[in-house]
């Protein structure tokens, strides 16, 4: 079975017009899949009903096999706070808190204590290079340290999945391939499943799988459909 399956996922905003359209995917546990396409074509949307932030109009989505599209906003909210987690390709920091502050920010909303993941914030302050920084504000540290503090902190809480919107779109070309060959490290170190989207074909390159995604459809490397949607979807 696999972790992540959509299943028909067709969506549209209040000018009717479709920004996903049947799309069926399926991640294994562990994979680290890029879907690349440009502005536009409905990947950030795509990621945000696999997240379980936004709630598609038609199509299902299944984690571990449960039917995350049926529960309640609090249930999804749990979620969120214990499987998943999110990059942003702004970086979204608190600014009047620490880089380490930050990175604790989700342990401290599940109840844990800071003494409970102590050892956890060294060990990712060291694997992500910001050891030295760990008492700076944001505004100190470079724009490539700040999208490697949002991963920490998107790791603190030991999450099944990463979804990245964009990771690198706000930093250079070195600062952009540092931070790839950090989340492919992460993919196969930690074994966790890495989803993300981008435009950016160099850092698509950076997964195990590339899924293109076209005016709402998702295709393969060869151009047909990435799924038959036929036999992708539940009776």
Aim: a neutral charge.
């Amino acid at each position: 079975m696999a972790l992540i399956e959509l299943k028909g996922i067709s969506h549209s905003y209040v000018d009717g017009v479709n920004v996903l359209d049947g799309v069926c995917l399926g991640i294994e546990r562990g994979e680290f899949v890029s879907i690349l396409g440009a502005s536009g074509s409905g990947k950030t949307t795509l990621l945000s009903i696999m997240g379980g932030i936004e709630k598609p109009k038609q199509g299902k989505v299944y984690i571990d096999g449960e039917d995350i599209t049926a529960y309640s906003e609090s249930k999804l909210a749990v979620l969120r706070r214990t499987k998943l987690s999110f990059v942003f390709q702004f970086f979204n920091l608190a600014s009047y808190l620490t880089v380490e502050q930050n990175i604790l920010v989700p342990a401290l909303l599940q109840g844990k204590s800071r003494a409970e993941v102590a050892s956890d914030l060294d060990r990712l302050l060291e694997y992500t290079g910001l050891t030295g920084r760990r008492k700076a504000l944001p505004a100190r540290i470079s724009g490539g340290e700040q999208q490697r503090a949002a991963i920490a902190r998107g790791l603190i809480v030991k999450p099944e999945m990463v979804f990245l919107d964009e990771p690198t779109g706000n930093l250079d070309s070195k600062n952009s391939r540092d931070i790839m060959e950090l989340l492919r490290k992460i993919n196969s170190e930690y074994g966790v499943t890495v989803v993300q989207v981008t435009h950016n074909e160099a850092n698509a390159g950076y997964g195990t799988r590339v899924v293109m995604m076209r005016d709402g459809k998702l295709y393969s490397a060869d151009g047909g459909y990435a799924y038959e949607r036929d036999s992708q979807t539940h009776s």
